[in-house]
């Protein structure tokens, strides 16, 4: 069976963004109601400068005790995210979030967000794959190190 790319047009969701004055709350309650794990920070027309996630939800803002109503995404994003092309490889994609540590990569083609790629996209033989890879990675990095 070929292994899959991280954009399936037919299988994708609308792209969660919002703009860099947005609030923490606002974000949240945008990803709660799309169900998703992420919301990309986007200027008009469509400059992506960050992401924010909810593991920056909580360690950028309730671990620390930050307001969400007055704290904006600029302030807590991560800015200018890795992105993938759309003819990435499922397993290529979990390599690099398992050996940069996140789990969402926007999917950029043609110059312009077409989603967001979530370790919880790829099946259980997909990340078998990518956990062999990372960890072939680390013995060729350890070895030339």
């Known amino acids: 069976m070929a292994e ?11 792209v969660v963004s919002l703009g860099p004055n947005a609030t923490v709350r606002e974000a949240a309650g945008v990803m709660t109601r799309a169900n998703c794990g ?3 920070v986007m200027e008009p027309p469509d400059a992506l400068l960050g992401i924010v996630t909810e593991r920056d939800l909580m360690t950028r803002v309730l671990a620390r005790g930050v307001d969400p109503e007055r704290t904006t995404l600029r302030e807590i994003m991560t800015p200018n995210p890795q992105c993938v092309p759309p003819e990435t490889l ?9 050996e940069r540590g996140f789990r969402h990569l926007p999917i950029v083609g043609h110059g312009r967000i077409l989603g967001v790629f979530s370790v919880r996209d790829a099946l259980p033989r997909e990340i078998g794959t990518a956990i062999s890879q990372a960890e072939f990675n ?3 990095n350890d070895a030339l190190g």
């Not at 790319?5 to 609308?14: A, G, L, M, T």
């Not at 499922?90 to 398992?98: K, N, Q």
């Open 4 to 14: 899959r790319r991280v954009f399936e047009p037919v299988s994708q969701k609308r």
């Open 90 to 98: 499922v397993s290529d994609a979990v390599v690099i979030m398992l």
């Open 138 to 140: 680390e013995q060729v």
């Open 38 to 40: 992420s919301v990309l």
